[in-house]
């Protein structure tokens, strides 16, 4: 059975910083790329970053410079690094494992950025 499994989410200030954690199991995690998609109210389900099973990442222009995702494959999980949050970054943050054949999704950690 796969799980992949989120945390670090909540409550920040404007300008503060969190970390996101996915942890999976059941798959091979280094053959998967995987990556961070957010949710904001009344919007699409938008890619925030992605690491490859290669280690390259890619980001959405609006979080460059300030997100840093990461993968440790030997604990099978992945990481976000949020610096510098917005407002605008408030968003249910899932995580997606995909591989050549199938996709996998979170169950999503809450976000929240606020004064």
């Known amino acids: 059975q796969v799980q992949l499994v989120e945390s670090g989410g909540g409550w920040v200030q404007p300008g503060g910083s969190l970390r996101l954690s996915c942890a999976a199991s059941?798959?091979?995690?280094?053959?998967?790329?995987m990556g961070w998609y957010r949710q904001a109210p009344g919007k699409q389900r938008e890619l925030v970053a992605v690491i490859l099973k290669s280690g390259s990442t890619n980001y959405t222009d609006s979080v460059k410079g300030r997100f840093t995702i990461s993968r440790d494959n030997a604990k099978n999980t992945v990481y976000l690094q949020m610096n510098s949050l917005k407002p605008d970054d408030t968003a249910i943050y899932y995580c997606n494992a995909a591989g050549r054949l199938f996709a996998y999704w979170g169950q999503g950690t809450q976000v929240t950025v606020s004064s």
């Open positions: 059941g798959i091979i995690f280094k053959i998967y790329n």
